[in-house]
């Protein structure tokens, strides 16, 4: 089959790909094609289409800046975007900006190789794109991660991960439930699941913090606002750790004293979502610090859940507040009051096999018409790697990366000239607001490629001993936060069996991280320009 020719090659349609697009196509002239593995864009949006999919993100900040005409022309209705407002905003970015006649649906990636200079990217059905750039936007939360438990191929009921949803939906309606996994998304489904089914078995391995979203719908009057002010509201985002649009406080945990910090708490607690985290500056810094703030909501969950047995199972959580990603939630523990739902703690009778009729613990075996695995991901790596990528000399990602990822700047990767991560291991990314994050690296990623142009450059690719001194960074940025003592979080890719043990986000916050791309851009147009 004879392959088709562009200057760059995209790969995914969610937030990344579509801005990516944009940019490429439209400001610097390219032609670009993009391969999308859905029916439409999305991204991770796309897929993930459980029951009670929300972003934890502020609509009013998870949304593209980069044109003052879509964001005063966008309405949000909620507080927190649920998953078909996210995937309307997305559609309409599409088509404001005339994208999907760029983008090839269907076409899952399964190949890229670099040979004489260019990258000839393979799809499922064997079409071949060549391209002198090749850019992935593939998410870092996108390889879905169904556990390998004995027996589910036997199960008699039906099955689903959550990452890979039916876009039919899945009626409850008079079933027996069984839900694995109490991470983000397994606490944002729990109450809605429990809202239809017959009943409802959550099998809970490790225990988990979350506080109230307090989702709600935007007043006008909001929403006006955060339209006037979007520049000072982007400011705020570009200059925190995180990419929200609030700060963190620079009170210290003890500061203060135990009843104004008890007041401090109460009042983070009614106001909701992530910035729960941003009470005190040393939160996620100082041990004894943030004992003060897992004792606080531990607290709450004894008073909310009615069952002590069950309040305490969820309760007992091993790791520091905000070591593993801090889900929020809307009646997560109040669902444990309801008289169709159960706790399963799988650290006392862990799950020995699945059998026909249902989940078989080491005490007792649950029947179950449908089991729903809320297990996470492959992340960030998973998604590159799933991909079959083959750099310079044939050099094959999966063998650069046999101890774990090595990046420069989780934007290039030695041994694999241009070739453009967007959110790749070693950069903020799953740590910050994602537009956020994406949008930094879409423009550095432009203005990068922009250069090789105008100075007759054929390629860029990542120093390996640039990478090296880069990945230390990245694990001493960890290393000064408690981020590391959640041992068992998909940070360190620890949930995936096999899996390298390997800090992969940028820990030392995006406003730092931009300054550090900046300085790199800096120094490559001053060697080269
Ligand atoms: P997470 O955060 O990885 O949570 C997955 C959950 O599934 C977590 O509670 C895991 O327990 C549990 N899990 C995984 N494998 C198993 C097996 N084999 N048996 C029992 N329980 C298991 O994924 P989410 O989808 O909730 O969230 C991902 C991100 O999406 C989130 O952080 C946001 O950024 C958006 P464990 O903790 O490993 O013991």
Redesign the pocket.
Known sequence: MSAEAFDAVIVGAGFAGLYQLHCLRDRLGLSVQLLEAADGVGG?WYW?RYPGARC?SESHSYCYGFSDALQQEWEWSERYPAQPEIMRYLNHVADRFDLRRSIRFGARVTGARHAGGKWHVTTQSGEVFTAQFLITAVG??SSA?V???PGLADFAGDWYH??EWPHDGVDFAGKRVGM?????????AAPVIAETAADLTV????A?YSVPARNAPLTAEFQRWAKQHRTEIRRTMHATPNGHPFTISDRRVFDVTPEERAILYEAAWEKGGLQFRATFQDLLADKAANDTAAEFIRSKIRAIVNDPATAEALADIDHPYAA??P?IDTNYFETFNRANVSLVN?RAT??ERILPEGVKTTAATYPLDIIV?????D?MTGPLLRMDITGRDGLPLRDAWRAGPSTYLGLGIPGFPNLFTITGPGSPS?LCNMPVAIEQHVEWITDCIAHLRAHGLSAIEADPDAAVTCGAHVNEAANATLLPMAG???YLG??VPGKPRMFMPYAGGMARYRGICAETAARVTKDSG
């Open positions: 991770t993930n934890d870092c939360l991660n556990p390998d438990i959550t990452g694995v996994g109490t991470g983000s998304t397994g606490i944002q099998f809970q391995r490790t988990n593993k990603r889900p799988l862990p799950i695995f809320a297990t996470g991901f992340a799953v068992h979080s998909w620890a949930n």
